[in-house]
């Protein structure tokens, strides 16, 4: 029996770079381990070369002297969307192919931090881990600055780290606003009536959010906080491949590796803060996470492969911050954390592997 292939949906950036020999945050010899193991090929195409009716495509696949070759081949009925698609059309166009039969996991990963929010707080048991979430107004900025001291306002949708600021009070009537431009940090103070034009324009737009801000825990005097992997694995079921710290450029407040953060080890950063436990925090972290993709993937069809951020205070409580349903996974190996880098890779192939002997059972059961 032919191995079946197993399609691997890229955006145009890490598709050009199979040309280049490069492709970016995409560990190909990870997919292609994984396809050995588990007697299966896989494939790599753009949602544009995969339409609804054909019955084949042209994608990449690892050829002779490894490199990898454009081909015809049957279109794959298991697909691990790795792109982002942001069209109606490409939305028509991915439901269209879930109507046909294929498995489209992570079909659709871009979602409003606000919705996310939303739908986390419809469980009782993680609204006290959620910072408090409001799209942004000019109402509801001044309740905000009635409630908390420091606030953190941005879009609502992606960012890698741009247009984040953050708000804090300074004493009983006045306050600052800080934001990162270029490679230095601006800071401007205002008072409760009279705010800066930047914070009235921002909080003006509702594409933005504002949120309590995280006391996060700080290593060398930076704050930090953790990117977890959480994705369904080869029984379907929920596990966290790999947690590994961001930590802020000296004299910043964003983690973002696109803003000048660093990764390091948990196990790194806990040396400074001897009073917490690795084995627990780890332990606690995982607990909160898995919570967390299970109260998602109640909601979101397809979901499969999710990088989350959570924050800790100083006493090793979790918080909440947002969800990356395409997560660059970059961040393990910049921490030169290797086998979890890998298991982000793998882990997902394995739930494929899961929904095609489930999809064979059905089929044969239908019969």
Same mark, same amino acid.
């Given at each position: 029996?032919?191995?079946?292939?197993?399609?691997?949906?890229?955006?145009?950036?890490?598709?050009?770079?199979?040309? +280049?020999?490069?492709?970016?945050?995409?560990?190909?010899?990870?997919? %292609? %381990?994984? #396809?050995?193991?588990?007697?299966?090929?896989?494939? !790599?195409?753009?949602?544009?070369?995969?339409?609804?009716?054909?019955?084949?495509?042209?994608?990449?696949?690892?050829?002779?002297?490894? =490199?990898?070759?454009?081909?015809? /081949?049957?279109?794959?009925?298991? *697909?691990? =969307?790795?792109?982002?698609?942001?069209?109606?059309?490409?939305?028509?166009?991915?439901?269209?192919?879930?109507?046909?039969?294929?498995?489209?996991?992570?079909?659709?990963?871009?979602?409003?931090?606000?919705?996310?929010?939303?739908?986390?707080?419809?469980?009782?048991?993680?609204?006290? !881990?959620?910072?408090?979430?409001?799209?942004?107004? @000019?109402?509801?900025?001044?309740?905000?600055?009635?409630?908390?001291?420091?606030? *953190?306002?941005?879009?609502?949708?992606?960012?890698? #780290?741009?247009?984040?600021? @953050?708000?804090?009070?300074?004493?009983?009537?006045?306050?600052? *606003?800080?934001?990162? +431009?270029? +490679?230095?940090?601006?800071? $401007?103070?205002?008072?409760?009536?009279?705010?800066?034009?930047?914070?009235?324009?921002?909080?003006? =737009?509702?594409?933005?959010?504002?949120?309590?801000?995280?006391?996060?825990?700080?290593?060398?005097?930076?704050?930090?906080?953790?990117?977890?992997?959480?994705?369904?694995?080869?029984?379907? $079921?929920?596990?966290?491949? #790999?947690?590994?710290?961001?930590?802020?450029?000296?004299?910043?407040?964003?983690?973002?590796?696109?803003?000048?953060?660093?990764?390091?080890?948990?196990?790194?950063?806990?040396?400074?803060?001897?009073?917490?436990?690795?084995?627990?925090?780890?332990?606690? /972290? +995982?607990?909160?996470?898995?919570?967390?993709? %299970?109260?998602?993937?109640?909601?979101?069809?397809?979901?499969?492969?999710? #990088?989350?951020?959570?924050?800790?205070?100083?006493?090793?409580?979790?918080?909440? /911050? %947002?969800? =990356?349903?395409?997560?660059?996974? *970059?961040?393990?190996?910049?921490?030169?954390?290797?086998? $979890?880098?890998?298991?982000?890779?793998?882990?997902?192939?394995?739930?494929? /592997?899961?929904?095609?002997?489930?999809?064979?059972?059905?089929?044969?059961?239908?019969?």
């Amino acid at each position: 029996m032919d191995c079946p292939y197993i399609g691997i949906l890229v955006d145009g950036l890490v598709y050009s770079g199979f040309k +280049k020999g490069y492709t970016y945050f995409e560990c190909l010899p990870y997919y %292609e %381990e994984a #396809g050995r193991n588990n007697h299966f090929i896989p494939c !790599y195409f753009r949602l544009k070369d995969i339409n609804p009716g054909n019955s084949t495509i042209t994608a990449y696949v690892l050829g002779e002297g490894n =490199n990898y070759d454009l081909q015809v /081949i049957p279109k794959p009925t298991i *697909i691990h =969307n790795r792109g982002l698609f942001f069209t109606k059309m490409a939305r028509s166009k991915i439901a269209s192919l879930q109507k046909e039969g294929i498995i489209l996991f992570n079909s659709w990963n871009r979602y409003e931090k606000l919705q996310v929010h939303e739908l986390l707080t419809k469980k009782s048991s993680l609204r006290s !881990y959620l910072p408090e979430t409001v799209k942004a107004s @000019k109402d509801h900025m001044e309740e905000m600055m009635s409630k908390h001291d420091e606030l *953190i306002i941005k879009p609502s949708s992606g960012s890698l #780290g741009n247009s984040i600021i @953050k708000v804090a009070k300074v004493s009983n009537e006045n306050w600052e *606003i800080i934001f990162q +431009k270029n +490679k230095s940090l601006v800071k $401007e103070s205002f008072a409760n009536i009279k705010w800066p034009e930047k914070l009235i324009t921002i909080v003006s =737009n509702p594409r933005y959010i504002i949120q309590q801000r995280i006391p996060l825990a700080t290593y060398q005097a930076s704050p930090f906080d953790l990117r977890v992997s959480v994705q369904r694995n080869g029984i379907g $079921e929920w596990q966290v491949s #790999g947690i590994v710290g961001k930590v802020a450029q000296k004299g910043m407040y964003v983690t973002n590796l696109a803003k000048g953060g660093t990764s390091r080890p948990l196990s790194v950063l806990l040396q400074d803060l001897p009073h917490l436990n690795l084995e627990d925090v780890s332990t606690t /972290i +995982k607990n909160f996470s898995i919570e967390i993709a %299970e109260q998602l993937g109640e909601h979101i069809p397809y979901l499969a492969d999710i #990088g989350l951020d959570i924050g800790i205070t100083n006493e090793g409580f979790p918080m909440f /911050i %947002e969800c =990356n349903a395409r997560d660059l996974r *970059i961040t393990f190996r910049n921490a030169n954390m290797m086998d $979890e880098w890998k298991a982000t890779h793998i882990t997902p192939l394995n739930y494929a /592997i899961f929904l095609m002997k489930n999809n064979q059972k059905h089929k044969e059961g239908e019969q």
